[in-house]
């Protein structure tokens, strides 16, 4: 015999509809947020990588130019066009004879930046963004300029820099620290 109250209909109420419809935009809606704060703080990030990136090409362009060049002058005493070769512990750049010729200077300015120029320290080009403010604790260090006899050593100069990074209100510390040997043999 057949049960008669066994007659219900199948699928889903309307309630049960909106119910999970509800949830379902709850749950993207959380996904969204995340999604775009994620998006966010890559832009941060990307940002901020850039800002690093240039400073290291500074670096590196210092490195190169200093590793080719002869005839360093470290500047410890605000004299940005002397061009005798002079050796110091903690100046606050340095002159130099490239080898693409000229008198360059690369030098930290009282704005904390770091300056370049090529034509002996008549005009300056800032090489830092300003995103990077460079600290008092940074240094040209060279040792051994002087030529022979006076100094049997080959020329070495140690570069740091120590700052911070300001992006959207974010201050990032750096310190970074090389050193570079003349390449043709002085001694």
């Known amino acids: 015999m057949r049960n008669k109250n066994n007659n219900k209909n199948t699928g889903y109420t309307i309630i049960e509809t909106m119910i999970s419809v509800s949830l379902f935009l709850i749950i993207v809606t959380i996904g969204m947020g995340s999604l ?3 998006n966010v703080i890559h832009k941060k990030s990307q940002a901020m990588r850039s800002i690093i990136d240039n400073l290291n090409f500074v670096m590196e ?3 190169r130019n200093l590793r080719t060049g ?4 470290c500047i410890d005493d605000n004299n940005l066009t002397t061009t005798t070769p002079h050796s110091c512990g903690a100046g606050g750049g340095i002159s130099f004879k490239s080898s693409l010729g000229g008198q360059w200077v690369y030098y930290i300015s009282n704005d904390n930046k770091i300056l370049k120029s090529v034509d002996g320290g008549s005009n300056f ?4 963004p300003d995103e990077i403010k460079i600290d008092g604790l940074s ?5 051994g300029a002087e030529p ?9 100069v140690t570069i740091k820099l120590v700052g ?6 974010i201050v990032s510390p750096f310190s970074l620290q090389t050193s570079v040997s003349q390449r043709s043999i002085d001694i």
């Open 148 to 156: 022979p006899p006076g100094d049997s050593r080959q020329p070495f």
């Open 139 to 143: 240094y040209f260090k060279v040792e």
């Open 164 to 169: 911070s990074i300001t992006y959207n209100g």
């Open 125 to 128: 080009i800032q090489l830092t």
């Open 36 to 38: 775009l704060n994620a």
């Open 61 to 63: 362009d210092m490195s």
């Open 70 to 73: 002869y005839s360093y002058h």
